[in-house]
């Protein structure tokens, strides 16, 4: 389906519903500042389809689309923090699921439990239980509203044009690096397309969930895979010859950029997440399965790597009405298959109409098929399984890496950061 028509059946989808429940339309106004890292693609699509749909519901509302630009949200983690550890919180921000919520805004007590919202909304029935538990305490408590389900590990690629180079979509890194990547360097065209630092990272957790499989991925963050063991070791040094096979100025490229080189025809791989769907829907207009197509991370067919994008209500927020409209809002089936199609991820809600061909594409639909069906895992680039201050070593761990090559260092280094932030304790 072409952008435009998508974005028109959407609208029309949103006036056909009725208004949110929680507080009515005439209780709530004022400012409302929403803080995200959505400036682009189909992000910032689908965050503007939420916003003018929520401002018909509220009209006395104001809404403040605080965006800051920077992928992975790496700039706008940074303003965040500055802002809530100055008594200075937005309204609301967009925080990843899991560790990224949990081990710094819930354990450091600034976030508001929203079960009232869930409960009045029956939406305790309508969240995976997994999902759930990613944005929960011990005692019960729930601090979010999660907006989509993502997929970390995504190949991307054109299918007429791997037929024209003679390339099939490989299995696993040793395909790729021993036939694919030979053939398309012969050929003169880029292997494998990726930006920067943190597209890198994103890059190396599909590549240790390959190597390592599911449970050893997951030993890494429940303690059970040793950091410093020859099998990460063995990551790292698979993960070096993969960025032999990639484009020499990846730290100046976007993912964005690194995604056009697939549907330019100047790269015939990427690895990246489902929003690069977003991207190739909503701004390069491609139709997915002929301008562009996909299949799971090489090596990890079977297992489905997620995070999800939630907001919430930080204590102190100026207008905290405003926000548990807003949340109210965001989790209904109506807001979800309003922002998810132009995102490029799926509804986390289940009420959602995922069954609409003409809402969700066949992507949506084969990764919805592989969402229930696979092993789940979280992706740590995206702050589901490890605390942000891994986050932030890991990335200099890769930064280093990616100039000296050093698989064993990388390795050590990284077992180091590992006891220092507390992951698999």
């Not at 689908?46 to 104001?62: K, W």
């Not at 609301?92 to 560790?99: M, P, W």
């Not at 829907?281 to 999800?308: C, I, N, Q, R």
């Amino acid at each position: 389906m072409k952008a435009p028509r998508l974005i028109s059946l959407i609208l029309v989808l949103a006036l056909a519903f009725g208004l949110v429940s929680g507080a009515s339309a005439q209780d709530v106004s004022g400012d409302l500042e929403i803080f995200s890292w959505w400036t682009g693609g189909g992000e910032e699509a689908g965050l503007n389809a939420l916003i003018e749909r929520f401002s018909e519901l509220y009209p006395e509302v104001n809404v403040i689309n605080s965006a800051v630009a920077g992928g992975s949200g790496v700039n706008a983690r940074a303003v965040l923090t500055t802002r809530m550890l100055g008594g200075d919180p937005p309204d609301t921000f967009q925080v990843h699921a899991g560790e990224e919520l949990n081990a710094l805004w819930v354990e450091a007590g600034l976030m508001e439990p929203l079960n009232d919202i869930y409960e009045e909304n029956g939406w305790l029935d309508d969240f995976p239980q997994g999902l759930l538990d990613l944005i929960s305490d011990d005692e019960g408590n729930i601090y979010v509203v999660p907006v989509n389900i993502h997929r970390s590990n995504v190949l991307w690629y054109v299918p007429g044009n791997l037929e024209e180079w003679g390339v099939t979509v490989p299995a696993d890194w040793d395909e790729f690096l021993n036939t694919t990547c030979p053939a398309l360097q012969e050929a003169g065209v880029t292997p494998l397309s990726v930006g920067e630092n943190w597209t890198q990272a994103h890059l190396w957790e599909s590549v240790a969930l390959a190597e390592l499989g599911a449970e050893g991925y997951n030993g890494l963050w429940n303690g059970e895979t040793n950091w410093a063991s020859p099998e990460v070791v063995g990551v790292f040094e698979t993960f070096g010859q993969i960025l032999d096979c990639t484009n020499e100025d990846r730290n100046a490229l976007t993912w964005q950029d690194a995604s056009q080189m697939v549907a330019e025809g100047r790269a015939a791989f990427n690895v990246m997440g489902d929003w690069a769907a977003g991207y190739f829907l909503v701004d390069l207009a491609l139709e997915p399965g002929e301008g562009f197509a996909w299949a799971p991370s090489p090596g990890t067919e079977g297992v489905f790597m997620m995070l999800s994008d939630t907001f919430g209500l930080p204590k102190n927020a100026p207008n905290p009405e405003a926000v548990r409209a807003w949340l109210s809002f965001l989790g209904t089936p109506e807001a979800q298959d309003i922002f998810n199609p132009l995102k490029g991820s799926l509804p986390a809600n289940t009420s959602a109409n995922i069954d609409d061909p003409e809402l969700y594409n066949a992507y949506f639909q084969e990764a919805y098929e592989d969402w229930t069906t696979n092993v789940i895992v979280g992706s740590q680039a995206h702050g589901a399984v490890a605390p942000q201050a891994f986050t932030n070593g890991f990335a200099n761990i890769i930064a280093t890496f990616a100039a000296d090559r050093d698989a064993a260092s990388a390795s050590a280094s990284a077992a180091e950061l590992a006891l220092q932030t507390g992951v698999g304790r």
